[in-house]
């Protein structure tokens, strides 16, 4: 069956360091990956999207790289910050109507 | 420019009990979707619209039921509401621009409890 997976702990890590996030699927072809922005309470906010022909993808702090030998796309931020701790979901698009979410990971930077 | 708007934000409903989620959106996008949101299982879709006049089943659409009169409106009705469908539920849009991909552009979200 078709299947996102995010790491469904949390991540606490330290101020300044630099936080990596893991999405793994099966059984799907995407045409592109889209990481997004979850605060408690609000809705999702989009952050990067990453073609399938691309390796990797930079918007400031943020680096996104997609491996679809792996199947796999990890979202880092570079000398995180407090302000960074959130929930951050990765979604596949298959290039039709639908995209396709994971569960997300809860990020925490601690000064 | 408002985005994606939602209402009511937070409600709460007897097992039986009809309601109408409402969803506006002012970017004139083509597509619109009903999510609902659950600990641990991510965003589900539910019903989603590809243009004015048209809906299409989700993932879990059971119970639900959707409208789609205006472009930039869309309905999501619970006819007989259990307490199963209590949840976070999101609406989004995303534009249909034919030469690049489109991300989803996302309301604030309606709480509902079901007694």
């Known amino acids: 069956s078709q299947k996102i997976e995010q790491n469904s702990e949390a991540l606490n890590i330290q101020e300044g360091k630099t936080a990596t996030l893991t999405c793994n699927y099966t059984?799907?072809?995407?045409?592109?990956l889209q990481w997004y922005r979850q605060d408690p309470g609000r809705g999702p906010v989009f952050l990067l999207l990453?073609?399938?022909?691309?390796k990797e993808k930079r918007k400031e702090r943020l680096k996104v790289t997609f491996d679809t030998t792996l199947k796999q796309s990890l979202f880092h931020i570079t000398a995180s910050q407090p302000a960074d701790s959130a929930t951050y979901l990765c979604?596949?698009?298959?290039?039709?109507?639908?995209?396709?979410f994971g569960a997300g990971t809860r990020l925490f930077v601690k000064a | 420019n408002a985005g994606v708007t939602q209402t009511p934000k937070f409600r709460v409903l007897k097992t039986g009990q009809s309601m109408t989620l409402l969803c506006a959106q002012d970017?004139?996008?083509?597509?619109m979707y009903w999510y609902r949101q659950d600990p641990g299982m991510g965003l589900r879709l539910i019903h989603y619209?590809?243009?004015?006049?048209?809906?299409a089943k989700g993932e879990v659409p059971d119970g639900y039921n959707v409208s789609r009169l205006k472009k930039q409106n869309f309905l999501l009705g619970l006819e007989s509401a259990a307490p199963s469908q209590t949840s976070v539920y999101f609406c989004?849009?995303?534009?249909?621009?034919?030469?690049?991909?489109?991300?989803?552009?996302f309301g604030p979200g309606t709480r509902l409890l079901v007694l």
């Open positions: 989004a849009s995303k534009g249909n621009s034919g030469r690049a991909p489109e991300t989803q552009y």
């Open positions: 059984n799907y072809s995407p045409a592109y």
């Open positions: 990453i073609r399938e022909n691309e």
């Open positions: 979604a596949l698009d298959t290039g039709g109507f639908k995209t396709i």
């Open positions: 970017m004139n996008h083509e597509y």
């Open positions: 619209s590809v243009g004015e006049g048209t809906t």
